[in-house]
Every structure is written in C-alpha cells, then in structure tokens.
C-alpha cells in the first residue's frame, strides 16, 4: 500500500507524466466539420432525388437519306446520301446494323433508328 501512495506522490511530482492532460492547459484548433459535398449517410444510395435527374435527350440523328435499297445479291446493299453501304459501315457516325426490303437499321450514340427510303425515319429502342 505505501507503493501506491509513494507512486502517486512521484507521479503528482513530475505534474504531467502519468496525467498529461492535468498538465497541458493550451488550447486546441477549433474544428468545423461540414460535409456538404458528400451525401447524408442515412439515405439509401439507392433512392433518387427527382430534381437532380434531367432527362437526357438522344443526340440528334445526322441528316440520312435512303436514296434506295439493293436486294437479291449475297449481301443487301442500300444507297444511303448517295454512297453504297452495307451492314457494319459507318457513315457520318452512324453504324448500319442491319438492311432490309423495307429500310435500313442504324445505331448512333446509344439509340438505334430504322430509316425507310423517302426519308422517314423511326427512332426504336
């Protein structure tokens, strides 16, 4: 028991060894946390504010006339601007997917249109 007291008593001498913060009175930065840039955690990531989603229009098809399409060989051909293509060509960044009797399916920029000859096109999904 007089090891206790003899410890407490060097401990209380050094004035700050054992109790570092009996010792230090200087003052700490002031923090200010503010988390405006990162979400609230108690909402599920998952659920979707209205306000903050804008409904992405397609790109705008550039301007494609099918002038005709070229039936009965080995592989379908269309005239398309006034260039010969077949499926898997790109024109003006268009990729033709498929040609058919009634019109030409293409793909730009994640929608996917059926062109018929005469200049009316159908956008599909």
Aim: aromatic share 8%; glycine share 10%.
């Amino acid at each position: 028991m007089k090891r206790w007291g003899l410890m407490l008593g060097i401990c209380l001498a050094v004035n700050g060894f054992c109790f570092p913060s009996l010792a230090a009175k200087e003052t700490l930065p002031y923090v200010l946390y503010t988390g405006e840039k990162y979400r609230e955690p108690t909402l599920s990531p998952l659920s979707v504010n209205p306000q903050t989603l804008q409904e992405e229009k397609p790109a705008p098809l550039p301007p494609l006339d099918v002038q005709g399409i070229i039936w009965g060989k080995a592989e379908p051909q269309a005239i398309v601007n006034n260039r010969i293509v077949v499926k898997g060509d790109l024109l003006e960044g268009v990729k033709i997917l498929e040609i058919s009797q009634k019109g030409v399916h293409v793909f730009f920029k994640g929608t996917s249109h059926f062109l018929r000859p005469g200049g009316h096109v159908e956008e599909s999904k």
